[in-house]
């Protein structure tokens, strides 16, 4: 009887090991299976970092070809999706000076000038006014009228908190930008010249719409002045154009000093989205006039 019982029980057992095993061995080959099909799917429709740039917030489906091909260029392997669409965005899959643009100009406050969109030597902007020694100290007083009474605001507004806020440098024509990027090549060499001051059509000064302030050397940003600017600037309508650590997608060092007028909306915009304008161009402006 005892004997009987113990049989019983080693049956039972060896059955429920069967039927372990056995489920164990059918969930395995179903994930095998499923495997091969489910890489087969994703390889030949979606591609995977598609998928990530669609995804991202600066993503233009225009430029999804250009995403692709730069994400593919040896150096640039490396880099987020997020940094792809930002670099392509601002035209680094292009070559600086030679894949250019002419500067759509009805676009007015919001106008770009940068290495791959230019103005031509005939441009000069047709309502430029003359800033008084209250608001000047350099040669290149003039900007144009709604940037020169922004400007003139945000000065005043400064005053008041005994900050002083003078322009250095506005409008510059484009034979003086002949001149001074001419006056750089000869004393530092192409190649250094073009990471500090603008080919003649490629200033920004030329629009009327940037103002350099007060010092035009790194020694502005430890100033009172210079805190004051990026706590208030945009209440104006000014940005500061080329930040700290965007030098690669403004295409030009740091300039604490130099700032650009585009309107106190868009300012506020840029300011708390902590884009460059080459960003926001590109996005906002271009991005949704094609679309
Ligand atoms: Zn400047």
Known sequence: MKKKLIIIIIIIVILVVALALLLLNNNKTETVKQKPIK??????????????????????????????????TEEKGELTPAQIISEVNCNLDKTKYEDITPTNINHNNLMLVNKYYYLTEDYTPNDLVTLTTKYNTGVNSQMRKEAAEAFMEMSDAATLDNIIIKNASAYRSYQYQVNLYDRYVERDGQDAADTYSARPGFSEHQTG???????????????????????????????????????????????????????????????????????????YIENENNS
């Open 209 to 283: 719409l940037a103002t350099d302030i007060n010092q035009i050397d790194n020694g502005f940003e430890d100033t009172d002045a210079f805190r004051w600017l990026q706590d208030n600037a945009y209440k104006y309508g000014f940005i500061l154009r080329f930040p700290k650590d965007k030098e690669n997608i403004t295409g030009y060092q740091y300039e604490p000093w130099h700032y650009r007028y585009v309107g106190k909306e868009i300012a506020k915009q840029i300011k708390e989205e902590n884009i460059t304008f080459e960003e926001y161009y590109a996005y």
């Open 39 to 72: 890489d087969k799917q994703t390889s030949e429709t979606i591609n995977p970092l598609e998928t990530k740039l669609k995804a991202e917030k600066y993503y233009i489906d225009n430029n999804l070809q250009r995403y692709l091909n730069y994400a593919n």
